[in-house]
């Protein structure tokens, strides 16, 4: 039986566990296949405020990691695989652990973004092949870039990218774009952007130094062709991590979950979400971390107002 358990190791996560074990409320912190979540899968880290150097993603986690342990949060691995949030306190079904308590519980167990599922996509991420362009687009100034997509997200990356490329070459598998008339406009009249609309990807090509270029489908001619780039954004949308809950908070059309805006609340009392499960817009590792924190005051005021346990707000 535990005051809290937070579900997921992302910044949103351990930001929580942080606050929650410095209030001495040693959380239980269950991390899943990927601790430490998509920052342990880009390379540096150049926008996280303190770090005027940058630092390596897997080292700002671990960092994160240490700091919430020192204040005595504790960590279990392992996959959720259930919930109940019928009645407090809730239960966390843990795959190999069972059922565990808590009175409180912090969902923080982020977005994965989409990948295509082509060769050499998934081995050549971090050598090329990224998901996300605030992350990485600073390492391709003056090189030719694709992004794949046709969503907003598509093109906000590739205008976002042409601060950097010499050239962004935006390929979408139809030659309608889903993105909205104003995203697209702006990328339109983006000189930097060419376009190659109606081509299916089928293949990253990279060698020794890092990707190529891209193998496509031309879907009029069927052709295979090939485009020559050296970093590919794969912009094809996320999926918020969600299933253990099977439908029992309330979420957005997309399944993102939705909080009482301006706090950290779901619409399960004691049931608190941060970080990008519950943000389709920023999804960035700071303001990840910043509703963390949020989560972590709203469940010590919880606690608190029902007198679960003597707290002190910090
Ligand atoms: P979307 O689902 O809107 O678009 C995904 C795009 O990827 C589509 O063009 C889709 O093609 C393509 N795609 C999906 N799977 C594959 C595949 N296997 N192979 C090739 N192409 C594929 O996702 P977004 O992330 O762009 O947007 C998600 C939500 O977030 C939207 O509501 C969007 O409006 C919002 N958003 C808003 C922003 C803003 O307002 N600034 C910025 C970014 C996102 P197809 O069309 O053929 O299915």
């Known amino acids: 039986m535990r005051h ?3 579900i997921g ?3 949103a996560g351990l930001t929580s566990a942080i606050y929650l074990a410095r209030a001495g409320l040693n959380p239980l912190v269950i991390e899943g296949p990927e601790p430490g979540g998509q920052l342990t899968t ?3 880290v150049e926008n996280f405020p303190g770090f005027p150097d940058g630092i390596m993603g897997p080292e700002l986690m671990d960092n994160m990691r240490k700091q919430a342990q020192r204040f005595g949060a504790e960590f ?3 996959w959720v695989t259930k919930t109940d949030l019928s009645q407090r306190p809730f239960t966390v079904t843990v795959d190999g652990y069972g059922e565990l308590k808590a009175e409180t519980l912090i969902v923080s167990t982020g ?3 989409k990948y295509l599922g082509i060769p050499g996509e998934r081995e050549n991420v971090g050598r090329g092949v990224s998901t996300c362009a605030t992350c990485d687009g600073f390492f391709f100034r003056g090189k030719k870039i694709i992004v794949i997509g046709g969503g907003d997200s598509a093109m906000e990356e590739a205008n976002f990218l042409t601060r950097f490329a010499s050239e962004v070459v935006l390929v979408n598998r139809r030659t309608e774009l889903r993105a909205s008339k104003i995203m697209q406009e702006r990328a339109r009249a983006n000189a930097k952007i060419s376009w190659s609309l109606n081509r299916t990807p089928l293949e990253v090509v990279a060698g020794d130094l890092g990707v190529r270029g891209l193998k496509v489908r031309n879907n009029a001619t069927g052709e295979e062709e090939f485009i020559e780039a050296e970093g590919i954004f794969v912009a094809i949308g996320h999926t918020p991590n969600t299933k253990f809950l099977n439908g029992q908070l309330e979420t957005d059309e997309t399944g993102y979950l939705i909080v009482r805006p301006g706090t950290t609340e779901t619409n399960v009392p004691g049931v608190f979400a941060c970080g990008d499960v519950q943000d389709n817009k920023y999804r ?3 303001s990840a971390a910043g509703t963390g924190c949020m989560a972590a005051l709203d469940c010590e005021r919880f606690l608190e107002a029902n007198e679960t346990v003597p707290v002190s707000v910090s």
């Open 284 to 286: 960035q590792a700071i």
């Open 76 to 78: 279990m691995t392992g």
């Open 111 to 113: 977005a994965s973004a």
């Open 4 to 6: 809290t358990i937070i």
């Open 42 to 44: 880009t390379t540096e």
């Open 9 to 11: 190791t992302g910044p």
